[in-house]
């Protein structure tokens, strides 16, 4: 992604100042107090400028690990931030986090929309092995930016409930929020 997808986030305007109509970030912090989820590690694939990075610390004290695959972006997440966060793709990002052993309670997520169907369940497979449960929210907005070049395609709620469900995660009282099946903390 370039500075035009950040800087027309939408077709509305910056980034920074249009990020919380799409993120679900909020929405994440208040399910997981719901849930009682125990947070202590955050996982954020697709962390932009840091926008979100900032909730989890200003709400857990916790200063995710990540990655983010724009350049532009990922120098604009301040710097107490982005040693934690590698401007990678999460597709390799993911596997060299495995390798490590490295293991979250909570993934946060809203770029799974980036990935193709077919390369989907492995990916969210490797999800499950990393983290303990996982926060997905998807926008229904087709494009992030007005020339078209970030399309993505739109899937119904289904799609995406057989999608994890299928690959290692199980549901809980929250549609928007997996437990992972396959999860053991590390
Ligand atoms: C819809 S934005 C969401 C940003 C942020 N998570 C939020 O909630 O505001 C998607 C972000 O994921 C990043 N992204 C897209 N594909 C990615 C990939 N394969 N690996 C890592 N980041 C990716 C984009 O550059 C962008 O910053």
Do not use: K
């Not at 997440?77 to 999460?90: E, N, Q, S």
């Not at 990002?93 to 077919?118: G, H, Q």
């Not at 929210?137 to 057989?162: H, I, K, N, Q």
């Amino acid at each position: 992604m370039d500075e035009a997808y950040f800087r027309h986030y939408c077709g509305y305007g910056p980034y920074d100042q249009n990020y919380l109509l799409h993120s679900g970030i909020e929405h994440c912090i208040s399910i997981a107090r719901r849930l009682d989820l125990r947070i202590e590690s955050v996982l954020v694939l697709g962390a932009a400028t840091g926008r979100v990075l900032e909730h989890f610390e200003r709400s857990w004290g916790v200063r995710p690990w990540g990655c983010e695959i724009s350049e532009w972006a990922h120098a604009r997440i301040p710097g107490r931030f982005r040693r934690r966060i590698a401007r990678r793709d999460m597709r390799d990002y993911l596997p060299w986090l495995l390798e490590r052993r490295r293991r979250f309670d909570l993934l946060f997520t809203n770029s799974l929309v980036y990935l193709s169907a077919p390369e989907l369940p492995e990916f969210v497979g490797r999800c499950s092995l990393v983290a303990g449960h996982l926060h997905f929210y998807s926008s229904t907005s087709e494009a992030f930016e007005p020339g078209d070049r970030y399309r993505v395609t739109l899937r119904p709620a289904r799609w995406w409930r057989r999608l994890f469900a299928g690959n290692g995660f199980a549901p809980t009282r929250s549609p928007y929020v997996w437990r992972s099946e396959r999860f053991a903390a590390g």
